[in-house]
């Protein structure tokens, strides 16, 4: 046989043995129409050595697994204006959410990515819930990613360090940045009305630690790289006020500089080793075209 072909859990597992675009190689191998394997890849249900393919022309080679997910062939695409699924597996649900959405309920009627989930997971008729291992605030944008099941949740919660290793965001900073790159580093700790706040030493709060990477500068504006080496509540947002360059629409620690109209703040980096195979999961997102506009 050309192929190996088993079927485990929710998708059908196929090896390439000779050079061929995707296409052609589901037609040759999955007995389904051209239209149904079409909208399986728009589906976001076609996954080659692990990670998520939409482009019918990708070129395999021989060696690489192709994964053909049985649940996604007779359902449309998911679809919402605030959340995108970047990557799913039987486990885990990697998702990209637009600024306004919140990570979870706050209320009786917020507007949230949980339930935005939980909805794509009865219509698909999928066993299961989304369960919430990390937040962003409502403002941000970028990636995040929820559990299925609980077993998984408390697996990425309480390895969250050790599986989690590159996080990164990419943010509009007020003012023209000084330093290219360097690292922050201090106390974060609340004080009664929620705000938080740092201290160059302890005073009771969490140790923070971010890097920074300066991308673009204008007069007025810095493009800016962080990667978290700790994930505290509004880290980002406190250590870029602490640089005197606040994140730009921030309405709690910003000075009113707000050329977009959003908190100007993406998760666009998200890589962990998955919680059950081990294998490391790398999601990118394009820096969005808004803040790039800025520094044309």
């Not at 300066?214 to 947002?237: A, D, P, Y």
């Amino acid at each position: 046989m050309r192929y190996n072909a088993s079927n485990q859990g929710e998708y059908a597992h196929y090896e390439v043995s000779r050079e061929q675009p995707l296409l052609a190689f589901l037609l040759d191998n999955v007995k389904l129409s051209r239209t149904k394997i079409k909208q399986i890849l728009q589906g976001q249900g076609i996954h080659v050595n692990g990670k998520t393919v939409t482009q019918f022309d990708f070129p395999l080679q021989p060696g690489m697994k192709v994964a053909v997910s049985k649940t996604k062939r007779n359902q449309q695409p998911f679809r919402s204006r605030y959340v995108k699924i970047v990557y799913e597996d039987r486990w885990l649900v990697v998702v990209e959410k637009q600024p306004g959405i919140l990570s979870m309920a706050a209320g009786h009627s917020s507007l949230n990515v949980k339930s935005v989930l939980d909805d794509y997971f009865k219509h698909s008729r999928q066993n299961c819930r989304a369960h919430v291992v990390h937040r962003l605030d409502r403002d941000t944008s970028g990636l995040m990613v929820y559990a299925k099941d609980m077993e998984t949740e408390q697996i990425l919660e309480r390895n969250w360090h050790q599986i989690v290793y590159d996080r990164r965001y990419i943010a509009v900073l007020s003012g023209e940045m000084e330093q290219d790159e360097g690292t922050i580093e201090n106390w974060l700790k609340d004080n009664k009305a929620y705000i938080t706040y740092s201290s160059p030493v302890d005073n009771g709060g969490k140790l923070a630690i971010t890097h920074f990477h300066t991308l673009s500068r204008t007069v007025n504006h810095s493009l800016v790289e962080f990667r978290l080496e700790t994930g505290r509540k509004n880290q980002i947002r406190v250590h870029a006020a602490d640089m005197g360059h606040p994140v730009c629409g921030d309405p709690k620690y910003g000075n009113g500089d707000n050329p977009l109209g959003r908190l100007c703040l993406h998760a666009y980096v998200l890589c962990f080793y998955h919680p059950f195979n081990r294998q490391p999961m790398e999601f990118q997102t394009v820096i969005p075209a808004s803040f790039r506009q800025i520094f044309k």
